[in-house]
């Protein structure tokens, strides 16, 4: 491992470098908001920004992306997507996420179009400068990374420290001029940034500890809540989509003017749309809102705990504001179960 | 010479909306000689009243597919009015420069797929494909670059979104606007395309004349659409658009459920030949050179060539595009200036804009939350109503002792050549403002 | 098998959704290798008798139009509304907020009274005849028509989505008209559109129509929160859907 | 952990790649149901267990997860029966020999046939279209029959014309030790057997529950009423298998439409032990 120490300037023209080198996506405005999108120059970067509208997993697992295209006679020819591409200024609860669905795409049947975009990232993960209205990264343990990124950047008082690991970090120290090891004084003061973030990322508190978020789930199934919440429900799908975790997709084809000659691509899914679980001749598997509304808080608590052995929340606070009702909180809805136990649940 | 002549088209076809034309004459005498308008009404007046200034342009753009940025832009020009705003000067020139896209886009959808037919004997664009490719190619790049220009600047080919009451919702990328021009640069040889094959084909057009008068927006130095006051062929005074009921003074017609108007005489023409005729001397070089290419001189009045005076426009619009494109990349667009504060209050606010198909108003009284209580829209199509039929009236006797077929051709061309956009024209100027 | 011969017809609107077909310029060749354009009248002069697929815009407003409607229905293996008018009355319906004679008066003044002046209550096509496909968006969307023609042609169910824009709002990454303390209605309009007005800076108008279960008692709720009235909700509600039960809290 | 992604020379299948296959024969079944002898072009067995299911694919159409309906015992070749419904089932019915299909796949569990059923008494409960993968299973036994006590099979059906491979019932029967029973929902004019719903059959049969293993498919509606017919008859739960239904797109435990909680069935199912689910809330 080694700590480098960069100025504004050093840091901007590496920026440069790095965009010389390969596609770089990186934090930039949008409208009040940020978004990943890719850097033209170093000056559109923005480290300082609080949460972005999609997580930066849309650069390995994108929105839209095509699997196969086919051709007449039953012919399909996989398309992958293996050029190199540097993603810049993920946060840590992002960077989480994204060891997440590494392990989800990865398990059983490995899927490769994923892995292959995976391989081609070099991510440099930066630590968060300005807390978002609804983070509480800080409560569910990933507002610090310290291991598994490529490059890890993290502001200090006139420019960033950065900490680059294994050959992908190499590649991004090779192209530092003059690099200059941070001394002692520096390290020190990025453990205050890790220890301060880790208080600071708190917008919401939960009082329920993580690893007995699955016990509490499992006897929550009848609990009034879901109804309650579900009652405000639009089935939007808002707040599965923002979600860095989330990572259900529909497969569609298209066909070009010829009709026999398209792509068949997948799609950013949601659990909570109505047509989620429907089958052809009409029945729905979860019909209700409310079952819908749970399923969602069951997979961040307790299914994906149960195949990872990690909580599938990471505290990013997206959904929270993401959803227009307003009833997306995990954290108040976590709490609540707690502190209401269901009449049921107690009198066991 | 046929002895009797007997015309029923029911929905004329190639044209917007739905006319009749219906004609009866025996033994060179006319029995009955009628422009019908038969569109269903839709009370467009009726709709608004009761709803937010927010919503006016939303709904008002649905009055017409073809001209939604003119009415648009005239709505959000007389709401703007009657909440006393201002507009800066960069945002109102964005604004004519969506407002071109639509000219180019409308006049190429009418020559290219509803008068080339009629020029070179066919019924519909289809044939064209085969016998006329390089034609048909230029006419889609015109029409395609029109939509793309609209859709970059007001967000989409049809009903604009992103034109507001204050200015805009958002602002084209100055990337977009380079990419912009370039497609406007690679249009003006597709419309010499046009314009020679039009050249070759003005022979077609029936050598048919009748004086009337013309009326359109003018504005000192300006070839204008956007901006300026009423000017009239028949008078140097100019009227403010705020009393447009001075100009078109309307009435009901029992042939049409669409309105007809009149001025000084009994009709008048508005359109690309009335712009021509008022304002021919201030188009830009290369439009100028095609007109003079085209024979088109101030002072046509023969209706047909409202076809040769869209081309010309065509190419002006580009052209004038071009420059303010440059003049926008210049000075930068200014994020700053995108929109202003609207403050709704009591009051009423008119305007006026040229639709591809004429001059368009709009009039609209709010109450003091900013809620429509009374509305009118005087729409270029109605104003050309009587002009149809008086050119009828005329023009019938001269062409009596023709061939059944060919005098059907020569009515329908007519009507064709005014572009009339009927499903807008079916609004009624409400005398007694509500 | 032949191509499908396939017509277009207009009724009560604003012709912006056949406009969007014109608008198809140079993939309009490609469309014609697929079907075979028989009846058009905005652009061609001939009359075609049985047609596979009537494409029907607009409103019904008239007796006389039921009839024609009716008489295109007969001749039609499939009838596709097209456009907000035709697939649930659109801006058209507003009108029926007023009492007929009230709208008459309105726009025509002391001459209401003539008979062709007369207009019935507005409809959508299917409240007059079936219909096998709806086509939504005032004006519709030309990607998604000539994705959904394709679809057609080789003979799979067209996909249309029973979503809310917010889902390709979210895939769009606009920043929400609520963020704003806009009134957006993205959250219980059927998708499709690639959320166009929300990524125009435009809040969502609704023009698509509701999905098949709007939440809309959510969406009266809500309003508090954002410091709007339900009055204002039922304004923006009321411009495409009027006629909409669904939309009624 | 991160295996997969730091093996940069490896490159792993496609999962989502079809493969090739060649439509052989077509049968009517049905107004809406018919069947399709398949073969891969490569020329290889499937490779399937019976109860698993592959994902069918028609470029530009899409695909749709279809059960085998033939045991492996019978050859290279394997077979699919097909219910209209949709697009991708729609298209698949206008399939004549020669034609090409996409295939992934075999995916998900199967009837233990090797293990819980050899050498138990076995109960196959079959509603409707049910029958179709369940055929599968009794092909298998019925061509090791030796493996197996005996065999009770129950159809129901909706009419006598929904009824699925009549044809074959004479040969399932047998080698003996088979008892058949069908019943209709509705009858017609010319059927003479039963008439009821498909528990209406439970009770005819006599069989020791502790000797004996249930396989049960049919629609969402048919299983709770079926179970609590043979919990009554005091079957346990471990000795009962379901195979169940789900939206399912990718086939392979990615795309999340058919879970139930926790569970994907295109990787933990179709087939599951009912005691593993009874807790699932969203099972049955
Ligand atoms: C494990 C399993 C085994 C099956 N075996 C058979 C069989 O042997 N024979 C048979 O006829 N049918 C079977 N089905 C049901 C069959 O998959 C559906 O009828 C089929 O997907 C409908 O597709 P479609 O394109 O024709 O319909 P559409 O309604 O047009 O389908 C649209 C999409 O919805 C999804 N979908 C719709 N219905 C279902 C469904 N029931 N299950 C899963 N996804 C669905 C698919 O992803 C499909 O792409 C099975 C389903 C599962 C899950
Ligand atoms: S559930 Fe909400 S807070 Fe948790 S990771 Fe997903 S979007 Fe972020
Ligand atoms: S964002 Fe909110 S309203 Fe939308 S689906 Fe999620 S919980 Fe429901
Ligand atoms: S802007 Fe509208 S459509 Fe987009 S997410 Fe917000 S509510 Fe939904």
């Not at chain 2, 002549?5 to 009955?32: P, S």
């Not at chain 2, 021009?181 to 395309?193: G, I, Q």
């Not at chain 3, 409607?69 to 596709?80: D, G, N, T, V, Y």
Request: aromatic share 8%.
């Amino acid at each position: 491992m080694s700590v480098y120490k960069l100025n504004m300037e050093q840091l901007r023209n590496w920026v440069g470098r790095l965009i010389a080198e390969r596609p770089v996506y990186g934090v930039r405005q949008k409208d009040e908001r940020f978004v990943f999108g890719r850097l033209k120059k170093p000056e559109e970067l923005r480290l300082d920004y609080d949460v972005t509208i999609l997580p930066p997993k849309k650069y390995i697992l994108p929105t839209r992306e095509n699997l196969l295209a086919y051709q007449p006679g039953e012919h399909y020819e996989s398309l992958w997507a293996d050029e190199p591409f540097v993603l810049l200024g993920v946060h840590p609860y992002d960077f989480v996420a994204i060891r997440q669905l590494d392990l989800l795409f990865e398990r059983e049947k490995p899927d490769e179009h994923y892995l292959r975009r995976r391989r081609a990232a070099t991510i440099i993960v930066a630590d968060v400068e300005r807390a978002s209205d609804n983070v509480f990264a800080g409560c569910v343990g990933t507002a610090v990374v310290k291991d598994a990124f490529d490059g890890l950047l993290t502001r200090v008082e006139d420019g960033y420290l950065l900490e680059v690991r294994g050959e992908k970090g190499e590649w991004l120290a090779s192209l530092l001029e003059s690099p200059s090891p941070a001394n002692a004084a520096e390290l020190s003061r990025r453990n205050d940034v890790w220890e301060n973030n880790r208080r600071r990322l708190r917008k919401h508190e939960l009082k329920v500890p993580p690893e007995q978020l699955g016990d509490l789930l499992r006897r929550s199934v009848d609990h009034p809540l879901w109804e309650e919440k579900a009652r405000l429900c639009y089935s939007c799908g808002s707040c599965n989509l923002v979600c860095p975790t989330c990572y259900c997709f529909d497969v569609r084809d298209e066909s070009d003017w010829s009709l026999d000659k398209g792509v068949r691509y997948r799609v950013w899914d949601g659990c909570l749309l109505e047509d989620f679980a429907m089958v052809a001749g009409g029945h729905n598997f979860r019909p209700t809102r409310a079952a819908r509304y749970r399923h969602r808080y069951y997979r961040k608590g307790l299914y994906v705990p149960e195949m990872i052995g990690e909580l599938a929340c990471v505290g990013c606070g997206r959904c929270i504001t993401a959803c227009t009702a307003g009833i997306a909180n995990p954290v108040e809805v976590y709490n609540r179960l707690q502190e209401e136990p269901h009449e049921d649940d107690a009198a066991e | 010479m046929a002895e009797t002549v007997n015309i029923q088209v029911d929905h004329i076809t190639r044209v917007e909306g739905h006319g009749n034309i219906v004609l009866r004459a025996r033994d060179g005498h006319i029995e009955k000689l009628e422009w019908q308008v038969p569109e269903a009404p839709r009370f467009f007046e009726a709709m608004v009243k009761g709803r937010s200034w927010q919503d006016i342009q939303t709904v008002v753009s649905r009055i017409c597919g073809i001209c939604s940025v003119s009415h648009s832009l005239a709505a959000l020009k007389a709401v703007e009015a009657a909440f006393g705003m201002e507009i800066p000067p960069q945002m109102q020139r964005l604004r004519l420069l969506c407002h071109y896209g639509e000219q180019l886009e409308s006049h190429s959808l009418h020559l290219g797929y509803l008068v080339a037919p009629d020029l070179l004997g066919q019924k519909s664009v289809l044939p064209l494909i085969e016998s006329h490719p390089d034609l048909v190619r230029a006419v889609m790049k015109a029409h395609s670059t029109g939509n793309r220009w609209m859709e970059v600047i007001g967000g989409r080919m049809t009903h604009p979104v992103r034109l507001k009451v204050g200015g805009f919702t958002k602002l084209p990328t100055e990337e977009e606007l380079v990419s912009l021009r370039t497609l406007l640069e690679e249009c003006l040889p597709a419309l010499e395309v046009m314009a020679d094959a039009l050249h070759d084909l003005a022979d077609r057009l029936p050598d048919f004349r009748r004086e009337t008068e013309y009326v359109a927006l003018v504005r000192p130095g300006e070839y204008t659409f956007y901006e300026g006051h009423i000017g009239s062929t028949d008078t140097e005074e100019t009227v403010p658009p705020a009393q447009f009921e001075k100009v078109a003074n309307e009435y009901v017609s029992p042939q049409s459920t669409a309105k007809w108007a009149r001025w000084h005489r009994e009709s008048y023409m508005v359109g690309a030949l009335a712009r021509f005729n008022l304002n021919g001397e201030y188009l830009l070089p290369r439009a100028a050179a095609t007109a003079s290419k085209l024979g088109l001189e101030k002072g046509n009045c023969n209706p047909y060539w409202n076809n040769i005076a869209q081309m010309v426009e065509c190419v002006q619009v580009v052209e004038d595009g071009i420059r303010l494109i440059d003049a926008l990349l210049e000075e930068g667009l200014d994020e700053q200036s995108r929109t202003v504060p609207v403050t709704p209050r009591d009051g009423e606010g008119a305007a006026a804009v040229e639709a591809p198909r004429g001059i368009l108003f709009h009039r609209y009284r709010f109450d003091s939350r900013g809620f429509c209580i009374g509305a009118n829209m005087c729409i270029p199509t109605n104003q050309n109503h009587a002009n149809i039929q008086k050119d009828f009236e005329k023009l019938v006797p001269e062409i009596l002792d023709r061939d059944q077929e060919e005098i059907r051709l020569m009515l329908e061309m007519l009507v064709r050549a005014y572009d009339p956009c009927i499903s807008c024209s079916t609004h009624y100027l409400d005398v007694t403002f509500v | 098998m032949g191509k499908p011969r396939v017509a277009i017809f207009d009724f009560a609107c604003c012709e912006g959704c056949q406009l969007q077909i014109a608008n198809l310029d140079e993939d309009l060749l490609n469309l014609i290798e697929l079907v075979e354009p028989v009846e058009w009248r905005e652009a061609m002069s001939e009359k075609a008798g049985q047609i596979d697929v009537a494409i029907v815009e607009g409103s019904i407003t008239r007796a006389e139009d039921e009839q024609r409607l009716k008489e295109i229905r007969q001749r039609a293996e499939i009838l596709m509304a097209l456009g907000s008018c035709a697939t649930h009355g659109g801006v058209n319906k507003l009108r029926n907020r007023v009492p007929l004679e009230e709208a008459q008066r309105i726009v025509y003044g002391a001459s209401a009274g003539m008979p062709h002046l007369q207009s019935g209550q507005v409809k959508a096509v299917h409240e007059v005849v079936p219909v096998d496909l709806k086509i939504y968006g005032c004006p519709i969307e030309i990607t998604e028509f000539s994705r959904i023609i394709r679809e057609l042609a080789a003979g799979r169910t067209p996909f249309v989505p029973n979503y809310p824009v917010c889902v390709e709002c979210k895939l769009r990454e606009n920043v929400c008209r609520y963020e704003y303390n806009e009134i957006c209605l993205g959250p219980v309009t059927r998708a499709g559109c690639n959320a166009r007005c929300p990524s125009n800076g435009m809040w969502c108008f609704g023009c698509r129509g509701p999905v098949d279960h709007p939440n809309i008692n959510a969406a009266y709720d809500v309003m508090a929160k954002y410091g709007k009235t339900v009055e204002d909700l039922v304004g923006k509600l009321e411009l495409f859907c009027s006629g909409e039960e669904r939309i009624r809290g | 952990m991160r295996t997969m992604l730091q093996s940069e020379e490896q490159t792993l299948e496609d999962i989502y790649r079809p493969r090739p296959a060649t439509v052989v024969r077509v049968e009517d079944m049905t107004r809406t149901e018919k069947l399709f002898e398949l073969e891969l072009d490569s020329g290889e067995p499937l490779g399937h267990m019976p109860g698993q299911f592959v994902e069918v694919s028609l470029a530009g159409i899409g695909e749709a997860p279809i059960s085998i309906s033939s045991s492996p015992t019978r050859g290279r070749r394997f077979e699919l029966v097909v219910r209209r419904v949709g697009s991708l089932t729609r298209a698949l019915h206008h399939l004549k020999p020669g034609d090409k299909v996409g295939i992934r796949g075999p995916f998900g569990t199967w009837f233990p046939v090797d293990t819980d059923l050899r050498g138990r008494d076995v109960i196959f409960i079959c509603g409707g279209i049910g029958l179709v993968p369940v055929r599968s299973a009794i092909q298998y036994v019925v061509d090791n029959r030796t493996d197996y006590g005996h065999v009770f099979i129950l159809f129901g059906a909706r009419t006598p014309a929904d009824r699925l491979f009549t044809d074959e019932y004479e040969q399932w029967c047998s080698p003996g030790e088979v008892t058949f029973l069908e019943t209709v929902d509705k009858r017609d004019a010319r059927w003479t057997g039963a008439e009821g719903v498909i528990t209406t059959l439970i009770p005819c049969i006599r069989f020791d529950p502790a000797r004996t293993v249930a396989v049960i498919c049919g629609p969402p509606v048919m299983y709770r009423f079926v179970i609590v017919g043979l919990k009554e008859r005091g079957m346990a739960e471990e000795n009962i298998f379901v195979s169940l239904e789900r939206r399912m797109k990718c086939g392979v435990g990615k795309c999340g439409h058919c879970q139930i909680n926790h569970i994907y069935v295109c990787q933990k199912g179709p087939v599951f032990r009912l005691s593993e689910i009874t807790d699932l809330e969203e099972a049955l």
